[in-house]
């Protein structure tokens, strides 16, 4: 069974950075280093959203426009991670933070998740 596994988040100040990353585990086979990966978040009361992707190769990036200048998504497929930077961080970023495959409707089991809370 696939388990993706999230960790890095925490509570900051705003303006403050986290950098979060996922590892993918269990019996993977070429799932994830075929796919388009992704970051997506689920904030108070709101529907999870898509954050970020990433190509197979790494080598292309899409953003959604509240993270384009501030998120910088990163993959690498030998270790099977994804990793998310996230820079000058807003209290509209307080959400839990999933990776998963992109986009939603290839999406394999959710992992826990891992909460970032952003005071002002």
């Known amino acids: 069974q696939v388990q993706l596994v999230e960790s890095g988040g925490g509570s900051v100040r705003a303006g403050e950075s986290l950098t979060l990353s996922c590892v993918l585990s269990?019996?993977?086979?070429?799932?994830?280093?075929?796919?388009?990966a992704g970051w997506y978040r689920q904030g108070p009361g709101k529907e999870r959203e898509l954050v970020a992707s990433?190509?197979?190769?790494?080598?292309?990036?899409w953003y959604e426009d509240f993270a384009k200048g501030r998120f910088t998504i990163s993959r690498d497929n030998a270790e099977k991670t994804l990793h998310l930077q996230l820079t000058n961080l807003e209290p509209e970023d307080t959400a839990v933070y999933y990776c998963?495959?992109?986009?939603?409707?290839?999406?394999?089991?959710w992992g826990q998740g891992t909460q970032v809370t952003v005071s002002s």
């Open positions: 269990g019996k993977t086979g070429n799932i994830f280093t075929k796919d388009v």
């Open positions: 990433i190509s197979q190769r790494g080598d292309k990036a």
């Open positions: 998963n495959l992109a986009p939603q409707w290839k999406v394999i089991s």
